[in-house]
């Protein structure tokens, strides 16, 4: 190693990679200034690709303790440039991340509802890649909205409105992205602490007080079990507050579809329903429970019960609606279209619109997320591989809820498309995706299964828990 890399005062150039991948590759924990090293040498191009590719499998298989997770997160975060936001905003400083869903439009109410409540929400969102849609996706089908603001106008627009959604800026950890790409090359994306650091240090970097976390488990979700989204979230969780970030994380279901779209554009009319203060009950909860957790993991309401409250009166009364409405005119949208959209415009039309038939009478036990989005998703509503180009206007609407009573030959699902065309291969997978039990109607449970947060705020939020067994 011939160049001296010095950092706080630390001379980390006396590791040789192939040092820090041998005492992996045994298992060993790596030493804070290890992984300073293996990140500073990532960024110069000091480590070699095939180097990085066995250190990245070392860890896949041999795991990483909550403390190298830690620094691993630190240490990416300094790969790159950190978001700065006014003295004034500390404490106030709120966002949310996704492990990836189906009809997943949370963010969309959520961000304007928190800034409606006096919170800053500067949300940095993705697009959507294989079965799950991405916020930006949804917003681009509206004419206009643009996700490119630098930092400077993210904060203007924070000073405006109170909340943007905006693609992640290549300075914000550079070291990610070389990571996420070698890890998609060499099998190691399913790495627990490799998937924690990742997340984390672009939270880390945004500088925030507070963050909410969806992790999804299900058949549509990437943990299939709830056992396994648990573990993800601790391990988020416990990053998030020892790098400062009060951080919580919601389990949710991720079996059915959420709401009654999926698609972009129509996911953003059902996000509209939401805050017009109606929309899907579940889409409503899951609102609810990430705005309300987050108001009062600012300070900004004493419970989370508060915060729900407050959440749902800010829907109520429009003033939710009004921010998301400005945020679309400072991202963009021409003011004649962001200062009226409603769940009652028009965005996009499809050339087809097919509805297909119950084939038996009974209730609706589930209707199966994962076939509707890969059918979709083969309809143009989704990408492959990241280059993709996508149609906003495909989509579905459930005709039909779970639990619900239906007769045969009713409507339950209504599919938007042009071209390619719908095939028989499609409809038959979409009619395997309606399940219909004989049993009696019932209530769907809630989304929410579980919270975990870390032990200090689960003592506080002892006094404050609605539902019972809920905390772990
Ligand atoms: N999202 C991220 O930001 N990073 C990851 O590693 C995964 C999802 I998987």
């Not at 889409?283 to 508060?306: K, M």
């Not at 609706?364 to 509503?381: E, F, K």
């Not at 019932?442 to 947060?453: E, G, K, N, Q, S």
């Amino acid at each position: 190693m011939s160049s001296i890399s010095v950092n706080g005062g630390e001379d980390v150039s006396q590791f040789r990679i192939a040092d820090v991948i041998a005492k992996k590759r045994e298992g060993l924990p790596l030493s804070p200034q290890e992984i300073r090293h293996v990140v500073e040498a990532t960024m110069t191009g000091q480590a070699q690709d095939c180097q990085l590719g066995a250190l990245l499998m070392a860890i896949r298989l041999k795991g990483m303790n909550p403390e190298e997770t830690m620094t691993l997160t630190k240490e990416m975060v300094t790969s790159g440039s950190v978001l700065n936001w006014p003295e004034e905003w500390s404490g106030l400083l709120v966002d949310k991340h996704s492990t990836g869903g189906v009809g997943d439009k949370v963010s969309l109410p959520l961000a304007p509802a928190l800034a409606a409540c006096g919170c800053k929400v500067p949300m940095i969102s993705g697009r959507g890649l294989g079965h799950t849609g991405g916020t930006l996706d949804k917003l681009e089908s509206i004419p206009g909205f643009s996700s490119q603001q630098n930092p400077e106008q993210m904060l203007e627009i924070l000073h405006s409105v109170g909340c943007c959604i905006v693609g992640q800026s290549k300075n914000l950890v550079p070291a990610d992205k070389i990571f996420y790409e070698m890890r998609d090359v060499t099998a190691t994306v399913d790495s627990l602490p490799l998937i924690t650091a990742s997340i984390m240090s672009k939270k880390v970097a945004e500088n925030l007080s507070a963050l909410i976390l969806d992790v999804k488990f299900g058949a549509a979700a990437q943990s299939p079990t709830i056992e396994e989204a648990k573990h993800l979230a601790h391990s988020l969780v416990n990053v998030g507050d020892s790098l400062g970030i009060s951080t919580v994380a919601l389990i949710t279901n991720m079996d059915s579809p959420i709401g009654r779209c999926v698609g972009n554009s129509l996911e953003v009319i059902e996000a509209l329903e939401c805050l017009e203060g109606h929309g899907p009950e579940d889409l409503r909860e899951l609102v609810l429970r990430a705005g309300g957790y987050l108001l009062w993991l600012c300070g900004r309401a004493e419970s989370e019960i508060q915060g729900e409250e407050k959440i749902a009166s800010v829907l109520r009364d429009g003033s939710a609606l009004q921010c998301f409405r400005k945020m679309l005119e400072a991202q963009g949208v021409k003011p004649d279209i962001a200062r009226t959209i409603s769940s009652s415009s028009k965005l996009g039309k499809t050339s087809h619109i097919e509805e297909l038939k119950v084939y038996k009478t009974g209730t609706v036990g589930l209707i199966q997320a994962r076939p509707i989005a890969d059918v979709l998703n083969a309809l143009g509503a989704g990408r492959k591989k990241a280059t993709d180009t996508i149609n906003h206007s495909v989509g579905a609407e459930l005709l039909v809820r779970e639990g619900q009573h239906v007769e045969k030959g009713a409507p339950w699902i209504r599919v938007y498309y042009d071209e390619p065309l719908l095939q028989d291969k499609d409809r038959q997978t979409l009619q395997n995706a309606l399940c219909i039990s004989e049993q009696p109607p019932f209530i769907p449970a809630p989304r929410v299964r579980d919270i975990i947060c870390a032990q200090r705020k689960a003592a506080e939020h002892g006094d404050t828990v609605r539902r019972q067994g809920e905390i772990s």
